[in-house]
């Protein structure tokens, strides 16, 4: 009888292999959740406690609640690197506008596109600081290539000094960006241009519709996925281009290129205000997933999502 209970009692094959694979699935993913909770959600929870408090290394943590927050509103250097940072965010459309064209161009059958899609490719893999180091002398007012050609073409009587000007600096940050970023956006548009059907090209041409018309209702709607994926990579580019603007700019002349993710930099290693820099680091947060929801709402709301049936 004992064993009868016992039999009845066991639990299924079934459920003992479900919970093995359960336990191995874990298993597996252990590391990676407690380098995840270790680098990621800790420090972002501690971020988060640090922003409401009065705080300094050798220094005891005091609450301080909004104070952090209500130095922002008055602080002229903060409200200046917003602006940078959105202008900044902005200039993203305009590369993937270009790179679209780009795309475009190499996928229709020309001679040599391989090569021109390498071409264009080659400089997303060069390192932000090499990038910034090429930018950096080709704006030099002295042997920069820019300005050589200028003056060697007349166009301009004296060298313009494009990083030291509080006018042409963060545009030409901004062209170093756009044109890091470049190659990146064309291959993520080129592979959306190929998975549309050419067949609806063809019916299109019969109906009598023009390049145009095709572009505009075929190309583009069907383009919406890549594009938000383009965008929301330019978005976080543009967020976290720290490296670009420091090893160009520094963030000056004067505050002419500071970004957040630089002032944020600044506070923290400079001035040794960390409580600070964790409430607008907080902003910062809030900010790109303000724009990231924005942009999905304007794709239409379901942009990246994945069809199941």
């Known amino acids: ?9 066991r639990p299924p094959r079934l459920a003992r292999k479900r919970t093995r694979q359960a336990v ?23 971020n988060v406690v640090l922003s409401f408090a009065d705080w300094a290394p050798l220094r005891t943590i005091r609450w301080a609640g909004l104070d952090q927050y209500e ?10 690197a917003l602006w940078n940072t959105l202008l900044f965010i902005a200039s993203a459309p305009v590369g993937i506008v270009i790179a679209l064209g780009l ?18 490719f080659i400089s997303y893999p060069l390192m932000t600081v090499a990038v910034a180091i090429i930018w950096r002398w080709l704006f030099d007012e002295r042997v ?62 019969i109906d009598g519709a023009n390049a145009r018309r095709r572009f505009w209702r075929i190309t583009l709607p069907l383009l919406k996925p890549s594009l938000f994926l383009c965008i929301v990579i330019g978005m976080l580019n543009s967020f976290t281009s720290f490296d670009l603007v420091y090893v160009m700019t520094g963030g000056g002349p004067g505050r002419a290129t500071e970004l957040l993710v630089t002032y944020i930099y600044k506070l923290g290693f400079s001035q040794t205000r960390f409580d600070y820099a964790a409430a607008v680091t907080i902003v910062f ?18 942009a990246g999502a994945v069809e199941t049936d």
């Open 1 to 9: 009888m004992a064993v009868a209970s016992a039999v009845a009692y």
């Open 24 to 46: 191995l699935v874990w298993c597996f993913l252990a590391p990676s959740l407690a380098i995840f909770l270790l680098y990621r959600i800790i420090p972002l929870l501690w």
């Open 71 to 80: 130095e922002m509103l008055h602080d002229d250097v903060f409200w200046e």
């Open 103 to 120: 795309a475009l161009l190499v996928s229709s059958e020309i001679r040599g596109r391989d090569v021109y899609r390498t071409i264009i």
């Open 144 to 205: 920069g290539l820019i300005n050589y050609v200028a003056r060697s073409l007349h166009l301009v009587d004296r060298p313009i000094q494009f990083l030291n000007s509080f006018v042409w600096a963060l545009p030409s940050v901004i062209v170093a960006n756009i044109w890091q970023m470049l190659g990146f956006y064309m291959i993520i548009l080129l592979t959306g241009l190929q998975n549309i059907p050419p067949n609806l090209y063809e019916a299109a041409a």
């Open 285 to 302: 947060f809030a900010l790109l997933v303000a724009i990231a929801w924005m942009a999905n709402r304007l794709s239409g709301g379901n």
